[in-house]
Nanobody, 124 residues
Framework: QLQLVESGGGLVQPGGSLRLSCAPSGFTLGYYAIGWFRQVPGKEREGVSCISSSGGSTNYADSVKGRFTLSRDNAKNTVYLQMNSLKPEDTAVYYC?????????????????WGQGTQVTVSS
């Protein structure tokens, strides 16, 4: 089954930074727009950011604008979510997802391939 693998999660202090990586298992990521979602217990999975297949266009949720940056290195078959100025409310399981289209989507049901998630905890 085609899936993605997230890495880079962990514990970080408020105001700190963390970089998440997303790599595919069994396919080439360059043909896919990539989205990041996050989920906390008791809430639905929400869109965080997405990037077009070429990397030419990005979208961000209002809650992370100015703090998170999504980029991709198609030569390395990897996408990155750089998270700066982290807040306790950023604590969640972060998921990478892929859709075989050029453009982004903030709707999780439009992504065919998903990772298992990586835990990000922002706490003192």
């Amino acid at each position: 089954q085609l899936q993605l693998v997230e890495s880079g999660g962990g514990l970080v202090q408020p105001g700190g930074s963390l970089r998440l990586s997303c790599a595919p298992s069994g396919f080439t990521l360059g043909y896919y727009a990539i989205g990041w979602f996050r989920q906390v217990p008791g809430k639905e999975r929400e869109g965080v950011s997405c990037i077009s297949s070429s990397g030419g266009s990005t979208n961000y949720a209002d809650s992370v604008k100015g703090r998170f940056t999504l980029s991709r290195d198609n030569a390395k078959n990897t996408v990155y979510l750089q998270m700066n100025s982290l807040k306790p409310e950023d604590t969640a399981v972060y998921y990478c997802a892929a859709r075989r289209y050029y453009g982004c989507s903030g709707y999780r049901n439009e992504y065919a391939y998903w990772g298992q998630g990586t835990q990000v905890t922002v706490s003192s």
